[in-house]
């Protein structure tokens, strides 16, 4: 995994189920790892930032609260890109590289699923990381570590987020969340 980029994750979603609920947003930073110094984690060059607007194709099964969580509204997707066109050039940028996200069971079930509905072959490396796992291990036993969502990582690592929500905000914080932790 040292050799694969990483390719930090985040999806803003309709609701909770991946098979009822779709991807409204997609966000990714993909980062080449460089070695770190004084044997620290690797240090992150940023390869691509990836934003898109998905367009719903089942809002009648949407959840109306993670649409106002989400500050769905259609202005906003009037232009947003179909999921076949989104999920080809996702996989293109994202291949080979080590899927990281904040929670990465809620995310990878959608994006998981978002490849079955749009017929495009995933390519990303096996590996997966996932954050709050990491975050866990890490800060256990840190006193004010009492919540591990990304919000609350974000305040206690002094990670500003004034976008919280969006994918591609969400995925920058996840990204800095993950390099906080490789300080501890």
Same mark, same amino acid.
């Given at each position: ?9 985040? $999806? ?18 993909? $980062? ?15 390869? %691509? ?52 996200? %904040? ?27 996932? =954050? ?8 256990? %036993? %840190? ?16 990670? =500003? ?24």
């Amino acid at each position: 995994m040292k050799k694969h980029n990483l390719a930090f994750v985040d $999806v803003e979603t309709t609701g909770f189920d991946p098979i009822k609920n779709e991807i409204i947003e997609l966000g990714a930073i993909i $980062v080449r790892q460089v070695p770190g110094e004084n044997g620290r984690g690797p240090k992150l060059e940023i390869i %691509h930032e990836l934003e898109y607007k998905v367009k719903p194709r089942r809002l009648e099964t949407a959840d109306p609260q993670a649409l106002r969580i989400n500050g769905y509204n259609e202005g906003d997707w009037l232009f947003a890109a179909d999921l076949e066109q989104v999920m080809k050039d996702f996989a293109e940028k994202t291949a080979g590289a080590t899927f990281v996200a %904040h929670n990465m069971a809620f995310d990878l079930r959608f994006i998981d699923q978002a490849f079955v509905e749009s017929g495009v072959e995933n390519k990303m490396h096996y590996g997966k990381l996932d =954050t709050i796992s990491i975050a866990f291990a890490r800060l256990y %036993h %840190h006193e004010k570590a009492q919540a591990f969502s990304l919000g609350a990582l974000s305040e206690l690592l002094g990670i =500003t987020n004034s976008k919280a929500h969006t994918a591609l905000a969400d995925a920058r914080a996840t990204m800095e969340v993950y390099k906080k932790l490789l300080e501890i």
